[in-house]
């Protein structure tokens, strides 16, 4: 089954068919169906409890679904040996909502730490590799010797996002990237994401609520309501929907602002891809 | 819809408190589920030993050099106060009903078994599991909490092998040394006893310590050790892998950790004192 899924061409990096998931008596999902294509961004929005980290969880093999099957780099989940976890976990990158950074470790080991166990990299090759990460998520540099309970909500994202990228994956998830951070540092997300998928062709998963960030840069967007897919499409076409679990998400006056704002920012500027400052 | 139908279960389950039988049945069934759990997590550790043994290349040494530090070496002093004071207890304790019989000199027997068999081993593991079992509750417990745990398993890393493998070797390498060390300073405080209140001096104690307490005696206190300390490292790793929600959880698994830890020591040690009266030991 997967040989010669492995051998084609991908383009569906994601693949999940009828996916249901159950805690005991409470349903979680029932029936979902989504596909993430090669180098799209794809962002998954939800109200609270709508199991929106769940499906997350299932894609990086934390969670098992109760039925269903998952492919991610052509690779099936069910049932997949350790050593084939382990390849598949070397060709994606996540970044937690709390960073989930090493406290022990300070931000520099933290990144340098999936290069010290899956490569064989030299030290001072794998210090290099790291500072170079960081400078891309645009931490600054007299952070790499702290600890992560010394850093700002913003810098940890930046350096969980640089742990995230350090073994060059295909794939990066991301889990609320913008939660918490101020409108500056956020902008900054939007920015950073674009460019990973433009600069290096990764296809990025997100959640999120972060309507900006959805206006800005999703390519696709899944809503999710009462256990379904409810609809997968641009934020665009998302927003002329006539679906009331749709609806819920362009309506009140911070989606209609978002809305609005990027609508004037596409008519100034036909975005000539500006070098990335952040 | 579902949204307006999820508050009026809660209502319910919060209005009906569940009566005697209910109450039962909701702590075996957790109990159970709990039972289960401990049995996936030894399953869980015991494949990631054996991997380990099999390619000792991925036996983390740092880990376990660093847990025989904070386990090991920093637990000497209060190991050694509280063992001394121990056999201080014991000999005065006995010194009474010695003196009635005239049989002074058997306070060395007094003192020399119940240390090296019983007292030294189980002084240690209740030590270690307040002091190290906590520790690991809480370290993997805020682990799993931050999203650590989860951090590392999607980084290919697996969590037996770098948080609770170090851990259990460790302590499996330290508690027979705290033991003996226990063993040396327990008595020597009811050697000074036995000199303050009976008047056996400490070569007269010593010689009849070496006639009374046989290696057997020693190798079986030191022989527990082992199985505690893999008491405690392991439920101290189990109670902190099984915290979920937020910070108070992990405060909840840490007492579990002890109070579980402290409980299983001395279940183990009655075990021991009773396969040993079969063996005659």
């Not at chain 1, 934390?62 to 390849?87: F, M, N, T």
């Not at chain 2, 009026?8 to 039972?35: C, H, M, W, Y």
């Not at chain 2, 951090?151 to 390498?173: D, N």
């Not at chain 2, 405060?251 to 040690?269: E, K, M, N, P």
Request: one cysteine or more; glycine letters at 8%; charged letters at 20%.
């Amino acid at each position: 089954m997967t040989a010669p899924a492995k051998t084609q061409v991908i383009d569906s990096v994601i693949e999940m068919r009828n996916v249901s998931t159950r805690f005991g008596e409470k349903i979680v999902h029932t029936d979902i169906n989504l596909t993430v294509n090669r180098a799209e961004i794809f962002a998954i929005i939800g109200g609270s409890g709508s199991g929106k980290s769940t499906l997350l969880r299932e894609m990086i093999l934390l969670q098992k679904p109760s039925s269903g099957s998952i492919k991610v780099l052509g690779e099936s989940l069910q049932d997949i040996s350790e050593d084939d976890a382990l390849a598949l976990c070397k060709r994606w990158g996540v970044m937690f909502q709390n960073g989930g950074l090493f406290g022990a470790l300070t931000v520099i080991e933290n990144v340098g730490l999936p290069l010290r166990e899956h490569t064989v990299l030299s030290e001072h090759a794998i210090d290099e590799i790291a500072v170079a990460k960081l400078a891309l998520t645009g931490l600054k540099p007299e952070a790499n010797q702290q600890y992560p309970s010394e850093l700002s909500g913003g810098m940890m994202k930046r350096a969980a996002l640089a742990r995230a990228i350090a073994l060059d994956p295909e794939l990066l998830f991301l889990d609320e990237p913008t939660a918490g951070l101020d409108p500056v540092s956020a902008a900054g997300v939007d920015e950073l994401v674009l460019h990973l998928r433009d600069q290096f062709g990764l296809t990025i998963v997100m959640i999120t609520h972060d309507l900006d960030l959805l206006w800005q840069v999703a390519d696709r967007v899944a809503v999710l309501a009462d256990g379904k897919v409810q609809e997968v499409d641009s934020m665009l076409a998302l927003s002329n929907s006539e679906n009331p679990a749709v609806k819920m998400f362009f309506e009140g006056p911070r989606a209609r602002f978002a809305q609005e704002q990027n609508a004037y920012k596409n008519n100034t500027q036909k975005s000539p891809a500006k070098p990335i400052s952040i | 819809m579902t949204s307006l139908s999820k508050p009026n279960k809660l209502a319910i389950s919060a209005t009906a408190t569940p009566n005697l039988f209910e109450r039962v049945g909701i702590s075996t069934i957790s109990l159970l589920d709990q039972f289960i759990e401990a049995l996936v997590f030894i399953g869980e550790t015991a494949v990631a030993l054996t991997k380990s043994v099999m390619q000792p290349r991925r036996i983390r040494w740092r880990p376990i050099l660093f847990n025989i530090r904070t386990a090991g070496f920093n637990a000497l002093p209060i190991v050694g106060l509280l063992s001394f004071l121990l056999g201080i207890v014991v000999a005065y304790q006995g010194a009474g009903q010695l003196r009635q019989y005239g049989a002074n000199i058997f306070v060395a027997d007094l003192v020399g078994l119940s240390m090296l068999r019983e007292f030294a081993p189980l002084m240690t593991a209740i030590i270690i599991a307040g002091r190290s079992g906590s520790a690991y509750a809480a370290q993997i417990g805020t682990m799993s909490v931050t999203e650590e745990i989860d951090a590392m398993r999607t980084l290919g890393i697996s969590p037996q092998e770098l948080l609770v493998l170090p851990k259990v070797i460790a302590l499996v390498i330290v508690m027979p040394l705290l033991t003996v060390f226990a063993d040396a300073l327990g008595v020597f405080g009811g050697m000074l006893m036995a000199q303050q209140q009976l008047d056996v001096g400490f070569v007269e104690f010593l010689d009849r310590f070496v006639k009374a307490v046989s290696p057997t005696a020693f190798m079986i206190g030191v022989g527990k050790a082992p199985v505690f300390a893999v008491i405690i490292a392991m439920v101290g790793c189990f109670q902190g892998f099984r915290t979920k929600g937020g910070a108070d959880s992990v405060g909840r698994q840490t007492t579990r950790s002890v109070v579980q830890s402290i409980f299983l020591v001395i279940v183990a040690d009655a075990l021991f004192s009773v396969a040993f009266s079969i063996l005659d030991l």
